[in-house]
């Protein structure tokens, strides 16, 4: 059974920054496209930024130049770096293998 494990959520003042992980099991990591998502209180769920099996990224535009996606096979994490935050980065952020399996989330407040 794949499982999707993130972490490395908080709160942070405006300005600052998070790395987010997430430790994937059950499945074979490398050959998986890895996805983070967030979720703002009322809003639909968004795709922030994705990774390819090769590395190749994709960023939505509000976090483009802040946010960097990773990737270590060995370790099967894939990681979040988010700096200069910003209020409206609040949300729940959830990691995904675009196959369909999703972890619970972690929480990312930014306080202005």
């Known amino acids: 059974q794949v499982q999707l494990v993130e972490s490395g959520g908080g709160l942070v003042q405006a300005g600052g920054s998070l790395r987010l992980s997430c430790a994937a099991s059950?499945?074979?990591?490398?050959?998986?496209?890895m996805a983070w998502y967030r979720q703002a209180a009322g809003k639909q769920r968004e795709l922030v930024a994705r990774?390819?099996?090769?590395?190749?990224?994709y960023y939505t535009d509000s976090v483009k130049g802040r946010f960097t996606i990773s990737r270590d096979n060995a370790k099967s994490t894939v990681y979040l770096r988010m700096d200069s935050l910003k209020p409206e980065d609040t949300a729940v952020y959830y990691c995904?293998?675009?196959?369909?399996?999703w972890g619970k989330g972690t929480l990312v407040t930014v306080s202005s």
């Open positions: 995904n293998d675009q196959r369909g399996t």
């Open positions: 059950g499945s074979i990591f490398s050959i998986n496209v």
């Open positions: 990774i390819g099996t090769g590395g190749s990224t």
